[in-house]
């Protein structure tokens, strides 16, 4: 970092410690964990946003549908991955930061076998039954077609991307985001390499953008692994793990699995339900017609990546939570947990105010023609208010998953979208509301949760729950 870096970070730190939002303190450690996943949130999202945005110039509005509801699939993949990983970074902190490393190691062993077990049925039902999946949207032809071919294609990245996503957190919880960070985004620089040369350059449109997507991601694959295994990068300042998986040893450990699951199967759940609520959101999108799902995608994919942000500051809160509750300073953990809350606010409502100012160029970059652009516009600027509910969620469930409390967040991501957004969304198929019912499904999706699990930190009740997964729990 040079002089004038360095100098620009320290008067942001003053600045935010001025304003109450963030002790200086706290804020250095917490950019150092942040700083490289938001890097590589972004880098991941901006895969599908550009895939998007190819197909739309190659094939038009039939090709961007069928590629929304192929992505539907694949988000559920992510969200799966999410979930598992999850357990595996509130573990992995607390018994780092409780110094028992070879306990992080099983940690990370217990979780690669649930990947594989998970990954192998879920990519033969994508490449046997992909037309069958899309049909499920009543999709036209066109775009049933185009749907099938990329779940075809990707199904082979499901297993690369689950363990992509299980050594991520590894790195992540153990106070190492730059090196996942190098991999993640040097992969999704590849994939839009690849998936422009491809949709372009050989014409092979939607199954372009997915053999982009599977080829990069088994490449990510292959350079996490190597450091997963204890082995040094010896460039760019990527660093081996420091809790390595090796092939000899115990890989089956029962209390271990045991609490990856537990702590796994309600944070799976919460994301689950963030991902199957698309589904009747594009099925309610497509009576509208093509140009209408294509519309609701774009506003998605905008938000997903302005959600980029939260790839870090949802990962720093559980990481710095988790490693100062595995020392036993409960009082600390709390601190960070508020501070990484308030300037996750901060920052989603400065970006969506961006966001929305800038709506209509950012829409152009999707479609054409007067009326889609006005359509995916709104879309645009709806979706970047929503990212504030997004932040709020996204930092709260961070600090509660670093102390493994996961089962309150998922009740409250089933509400917000299954209670409010998607009674809001079929409002419009009933009503005069229309179209509107998706606007407003979009806000309260993410407003809704956001609140509940914000209460959820405020109450505290994460800080007993924690007690059981700490490493003096077992000894006891």
Same mark, same amino acid.
């Given at each position: 970092m040079?002089g004038?870096?360095?100098?620009?970070v320290?008067?942001?730190?003053e /600045?935010?410690?001025?304003?109450g939002?963030?002790?200086?303190e706290?804020f250095r450690p /917490?950019v150092?964990?942040?700083? &490289?996943?938001?890097?590589?949130?972004?880098?991941?999202?901006?895969?599908?946003?550009a895939?998007l945005?190819?197909?739309?110039i190659?094939?038009?509005?039939?090709g961007t549908?069928g590629?929304?509801f192929?992505?539907a699939?694949?988000?559920?993949?992510?969200m799966?991955?999410?979930?598992?990983a999850?357990?595996?970074?509130s +573990?992995?902190?607390q018994?780092?930061?409780?110094?028992?490393?070879?306990?992080?190691?099983l940690?990370?062993k217990q979780s690669i076998?649930l990947?594989?077990a998970?990954?192998i049925p879920?990519?033969a039902?994508?490449?046997?039954?992909?037309?069958?999946l899309?049909?499920?949207?009543g999709a036209?032809?066109?775009?049933l077609?185009?749907g099938?071919?990329? +779940?075809v294609?990707?199904?082979p990245?499901v297993?690369? =991307?689950l363990?992509?996503?299980?050594?991520?957190?590894t790195?992540?919880?153990v106070?190492d *985001?730059f090196?996942?960070?190098?991999?993640?985004?040097g992969?999704?620089?590849?994939?839009i390499?690849l998936?422009?040369?491809?949709?372009?350059g050989?014409?092979?449109g939607?199954a372009?953008a997915a053999?982009?997507?599977?080829?990069?991601?088994?490449?990510?694959t292959?350079?996490?692994?190597?450091?997963?295994?204890?082995r040094?990068?010896?460039?760019?300042?990527?660093?081996?793990?420091?809790v390595?998986? /090796?092939?000899?040893?115990?890989? +089956?450990?029962?209390?271990?699995?045991?609490?990856?699951?537990?702590?796994?199967?309600p944070?799976?759940g919460?994301?689950l339900a963030?991902?199957?609520?698309?589904f009747p959101?594009l099925?309610?999108?497509?009576?509208?017609?093509?140009?209408v799902?294509?519309?609701l =995608?774009?506003?998605?994919?905008?938000?997903?990546?302005?959600n980029?942000?939260?790839?870090g500051?949802s990962?720093a809160?559980s990481s +710095?939570v988790?490693?100062?509750l595995?020392?036993?300073?409960e009082?600390?953990?709390?601190?960070?947990?508020?501070a990484?809350?308030?300037l996750?606010?901060?920052c989603y409502?400065?970006?969506?105010?961006l966001?929305?100012?800038?709506?209509?160029?950012?829409a152009?970059?999707?479609?054409?023609?007067?009326?889609?652009?006005?359509?995916?516009? *709104?879309?645009?600027?709806?979706?970047a208010?929503?990212?504030?509910g997004f932040?709020?969620?996204?930092?709260a469930?961070g600090a509660?998953?670093?102390?493994?409390?996961t089962r309150l967040?998922?009740?409250?991501?089933?509400?917000?979208r299954y209670?409010?957004a998607l009674?809001a969304a079929?409002?419009?198929?009933?009503t005069p509301?229309?179209?509107?019912?998706?606007?407003?499904?979009l806000l309260?999706e993410?407003a809704? &949760?956001?609140?509940?699990t914000?209460?959820?930190f405020?109450?505290g009740?994460?800080?007993v729950?924690?007690?059981?997964?700490r490493p003096?729990?077992?000894a006891?």
């Amino acid at each position: 970092m040079t002089g004038r870096q360095a100098a620009a970070v320290a008067f942001l730190a003053e /600045t935010l410690e001025r304003l109450g939002i963030i002790d200086s303190e706290r804020f250095r450690p /917490t950019v150092d964990l942040a700083w &490289p996943r938001i890097v590589t949130g972004f880098a991941i999202m901006s895969k599908q946003t550009a895939d998007l945005a190819m197909v739309g110039i190659a094939v038009g509005t039939a090709g961007t549908a069928g590629l929304a509801f192929a992505l539907a699939f694949w988000e559920i993949v992510t969200m799966l991955g999410l979930g598992l990983a999850g357990g595996t970074v509130s +573990l992995v902190s607390q018994n780092y930061g409780g110094e028992q490393t070879e306990r992080a190691t099983l940690v990370v062993k217990q979780s690669i076998l649930l990947t594989v077990a998970l990954a192998i049925p879920i990519a033969a039902v994508f490449a046997l039954f992909a037309e069958s999946l899309i049909g499920l949207f009543g999709a036209g032809p066109a775009s049933l077609a185009h749907g099938s071919t990329y +779940l075809v294609y990707v199904a082979p990245a499901v297993l690369f =991307e689950l363990l992509n996503l299980v050594a991520s957190r590894t790195y992540t919880g153990v106070g190492d *985001t730059f090196t996942e960070m190098v991999a993640r985004a040097g992969g999704a620089v590849l994939n839009i390499v690849l998936s422009a040369t491809l949709i372009f350059g050989f014409g092979l449109g939607v199954a372009g953008a997915a053999i982009g997507t599977s080829v990069s991601t088994g490449f990510v694959t292959l350079v996490l692994a190597w450091g997963m295994l204890g082995r040094s990068y010896g460039v760019l300042g990527m660093e081996p793990s420091p809790v390595p998986v /090796t092939l000899s040893g115990s890989w +089956l450990e029962p209390t271990l699995l045991r609490q990856v699951v537990e702590i796994s199967a309600p944070e799976i759940g919460r994301r689950l339900a963030q991902g199957i609520v698309v589904f009747p959101l594009l099925w309610i999108a497509a009576t509208f017609g093509p140009v209408v799902v294509t519309a609701l =995608e774009v506003g998605r994919r905008v938000r997903s990546l302005i959600n980029g942000v939260n790839w870090g500051l949802s990962l720093a809160a559980s990481s +710095l939570v988790g490693q100062h509750l595995g020392a036993g300073d409960e009082d600390e953990a709390g601190a960070y947990g508020a501070a990484i809350i308030r300037l996750a606010i901060v920052c989603y409502t400065v970006l969506a105010v961006l966001v929305v100012v800038f709506a209509e160029p950012i829409a152009s970059l999707f479609v054409s023609g007067s009326e889609e652009l006005a359509l995916a516009a *709104t879309f645009v600027a709806v979706g970047a208010v929503s990212s504030i509910g997004f932040g709020i969620d996204g930092a709260a469930a961070g600090a509660l998953l670093g102390a493994g409390d996961t089962r309150l967040p998922f009740v409250a991501s089933l509400v917000g979208r299954y209670a409010f957004a998607l009674p809001a969304a079929a409002l419009g198929l009933v009503t005069p509301l229309g179209i509107g019912g998706l606007y407003l499904a979009l806000l309260l999706e993410t407003a809704v &949760p956001g609140g509940i699990t914000y209460w959820l930190f405020r109450r505290g009740r994460w800080k007993v729950v924690s007690r059981r997964y700490r490493p003096a729990a077992e000894a006891d």
